[in-house]
């Protein structure tokens, strides 16, 4: 167990207490995760937001949800990665060890890890909906700042959640009981999507028009936008949410390796991204590091990824390193995990953007798009050709854009490279989702389960 482990799973300990747990199922624990045992009950909303002391202090809790060890500051990130061709096992852990051979079984403890801590970022949201129309004590002006950041959050939740999954509960109320918990139920995915983008509809409406990076803002509320229009497939949706993020002057960086500093600085490129610090860590270049630089090697680049990128690429000698025989992932620096961590940067709506327009056959702007990111990153240019040829570039560059950000496997499960990728391996074409957690499902029957577990 790590000092960081060990420090996030401390911090999260004030998290617990505010009542922003969602209780979907008792609490089990894997050789990645701290012996601590949460309350199955939260504290009631109504004596956890009070006055502006308190209502800061939950709209902070939403965003402590999101840093958790099993959220963005490491599993779900990971996970993103080694379910897909990017990355491989290189450690002891079981339960990674099983995303990494597309054989994951229902009593997995980190992708339920994973889901509950998911759906305690959506109730932290919820807990701080449920109290603004009686926060008198708050100004207008704030007060509507903190529905919009809560209705962005909680629409990242449930789109991060149904990426894996596919059909989820959709939770819009505040959950403060095991009992509570249990009747929850499975939406299908039409259902996520519409309260996800209503959400992102509220979110907009309210939110402030300021340029934040480490908290959610108009930026991150349209960038999001354009990421789900994205995953529908609504193409003309998609690109019109990117090019509203366009307008608002966010550019590409000139060197990759800016984005990436120790300590997280601010860049042009950052929409939304989660501090991190050396009293509240991440374990994301731990696992990558080698035990030489001082971590513990748990999953590695692929020899595939390697290969992916052309000789002269900078991402490639910033994400992929060499240290003795061992070939880790250096796009994250920080062993002790003060990085920031981007939830979403311009890059990525710039390729959105490109898909979009390809999608649409118009392939000379896709390929303006796409050629943005491959100069900053010294390649040279693509050219138009066949529609699927420049949809293929897109792809391709969305994978060595952003590797080890964790949007490999979903990419690759919504653009069907999943499916040959499990037959070649021999794992089950199932596999494409992950299994709803049965120790959920056991307290909640209408948590269906996925085909082939």
Not at 96 to 120: E, F, K, P, S, V
């Amino acid at each position: 167990m790590t000092r960081a482990i060990q420090t996030n799973a401390i911090m999260r300990i004030r998290q617990w207490a505010s009542g922003a747990l969602l209780a979907l199922a008792a609490v089990g624990c894997s050789a990645d995760d701290i012996l601590t045992t949460p309350p199955t009950t939260a504290v009631a909303a109504t004596t956890a937001i009070t006055d502006p002391v308190s209502a800061a202090a939950a709209v902070a809790g939403m965003y402590d949800a999101l840093g958790s060890g099993r959220y963005y500051g490491t599993d779900f990130v990971i996970f993103g990665d080694l379910s897909s061709d990017n990355t491989s096992h290189s450690g002891t852990f079981s339960t990674y060890r099983n995303a990494d051979q597309n054989a994951l079984l229902a009593d997995n403890t980190t992708t339920a890890g994973i889901w509950r801590q998911i759906y305690t970022g959506i109730n932290t949201a919820n807990n701080v909906l449920a109290r603004m129309p009686d926060a008198t004590y708050l100004t207008t002006a704030l007060r509507d700042q903190y529905k919009g950041e809560a209705y962005f959050l909680r629409a990242l939740g449930h789109h991060n959640a149904t990426k894996l999954w596919g059909a989820v509960p959709v939770v819009t109320q505040p959950t403060t009981s095991a009992e509570e918990a249990g009747q929850v139920a499975r939406a299908d995915t039409a259902t996520v999507y519409r309260q996800i983008l209503a959400d992102l509809d509220s979110a907009e409406k309210y939110i402030g028009s300021g340029k934040r990076t480490t908290t959610a803002s108009l930026g991150a509320v349209r960038a999001l936008r354009a990421r789900v229009k994205l995953y529908r497939a609504d193409w003309a949706g998609a690109l019109a949410a990117a090019q509203s993020v366009d307008a608002m002057g966010y550019t590409l960086v000139p060197t990759y390796s800016d984005l990436f500093s120790l300590t997280g600085s601010a860049t042009a490129e950052d929409i939304f991204r989660l501090r991190f610090s050396d009293t509240d860590q991440n374990s994301e270049s731990y696992y990558y590091f080698p035990k030489t630089l001082g971590g513990r090697y748990e999953v590695a680049p692929t020899t595939d990824l390697r290969s992916a990128y052309a000789a002269t690429d900078t991402r490639l000698a910033w994400n992929i390193q060499t240290s003795g025989t061992r070939v880790y992932g250096a796009k994250f620096r920080s062993v002790s995990g003060t990085e920031h961590m981007h939830v979403i940067r311009y890059a990525e709506v710039v390729l959105i953007e490109a898909e979009a327009l390809a999608r649409l056959n118009r392939l000379a702007e896709a390929v303006v798009q796409l050629n943005k990111v491959r100069t900053r990153a010294g390649v040279a240019p693509v050219a138009a050709t066949t529609q699927q040829a420049v949809i293929d570039a897109i792809i391709l560059e969305r994978r060595l854009e952003l590797a080890f950000e964790g949007d490999r496997w979903p990419d690759m499960v919504r653009t069907g490279l999943a499916t040959s990728f499990l037959a070649a391996k021999g794992a089950k074409t199932t596999q494409a989702l992950y299994p709803v957690p049965q120790r959920d499902r056991d307290v909640a029957p209408g948590l269906t389960q996925n085909a082939g577990y």
